[in-house]
T-cell receptor, first 109, second 114 residues
Framework: GQNIDQPTEMTATEGAIVQINCTYQ??????LFWYQQHAGEAPTFLSY????GLEEKGRFSSFLSRSKGYSYLLLKELQMKDSASYLC??????????FGAGTTVTVRA | EPEVTQTPSHQVTQMGQEVILRCVPI?????FYWYRQILGQKVEFLVS????????KSEIFDDQFSVERPDGSNFTLKIRSTKLEDSAMYFC????????????FGPGTRLLVL
């Protein structure tokens, strides 16, 4: 089976930075995705990494190390609307997305 | 911006009844997927579909589930005889190609089986 681990919860202050780690052990690797999911809503695509290194997209950055089976999502200049669940997902060899359980981020004023 | 749409947004049904969940993928996308998320749990892959046939399916996708692309725009998930444990949020997704392409999710259908 696929094993994708991420912390359950994180709390941070508005304007701060939060880093959400994800480690994975999967049958094959065709890329790692980060999605944002507000309660009761669909996952929304944030970022995609397939090569090692950092991808930056505005306030959000994502990093990948394939040799370590590790990724992180960095959220900068946190805003209240960033309070959501952040899902780490790995695309395996059969082109399925396997999701982690999600990290609930709470942003406090 | 093109988006995946799903209907209905909510569906309540009695155990043993058949339900059909509908999805309209993004128009130029060729690959379609169904996922489900039981309340408080992670998103789980059900099935992928390309060129009018199933590409992959999970162990969850047993004989009571079926998918169909009845016309050029709709993609449906049918559950023949619903069980209590089928209560979940069902998400449809689509991508242009499977090969390292982003999957875009619809807003979901919340299914409640009583």
């Amino acid at each position: 089976g696929q094993n994708i681990d991420q912390p359950t919860e994180m709390t941070a202050t508005e304007g701060a930075i939060v880093q959400i780690n994800c480690t994975y052990q999967t049958s094959g690797f065709n890329g790692l995705f980060w999605y944002q999911q507000h309660a009761g809503e669909a996952p929304t695509f944030l970022s995609y990494n397939v090569l090692d290194g950092l991808e930056e997209k505005g306030r959000f950055s994502s990093f990948l190390s394939r040799s370590k089976g590790y990724s992180y999502l960095l959220l900068k200049e946190l805003q209240m609307k960033d309070s959501a669940s952040y899902l780490c997902a790995v695309m395996t060899n059969d082109y399925k997305l396997s999701f982690g359980a999600g990290t609930t981020v709470t942003v406090r004023a | 911006e093109p988006e995946v749409t799903q209907t209905p947004s909510h569906q309540v049904t009695q155990m043993g009844q058949e339900v059909i969940l509908r999805c309209v993928p993004i128009s130029n996308h060729l690959y379609f997927y169904w996922y489900r998320q039981i309340l408080g749990q992670k998103v789980e892959f059900l099935v992928s579909f390309y060129n009018n046939e199933i590409s992959e399916k999970s162990e969850i996708f047993d004989d009571q589930f079926s998918v169909e692309r009845p016309d050029g725009s709709n993609f449906t998930l049918k559950i023949r005889s619903t069980k209590l444990e089928d209560s979940a949020m069902y998400f449809c997704a689509s991508s242009e190609r499977t090969d390292q392409e982003t999957q875009y999710f619809g807003p979901g259908t919340r299914l409640l089986v009583l």
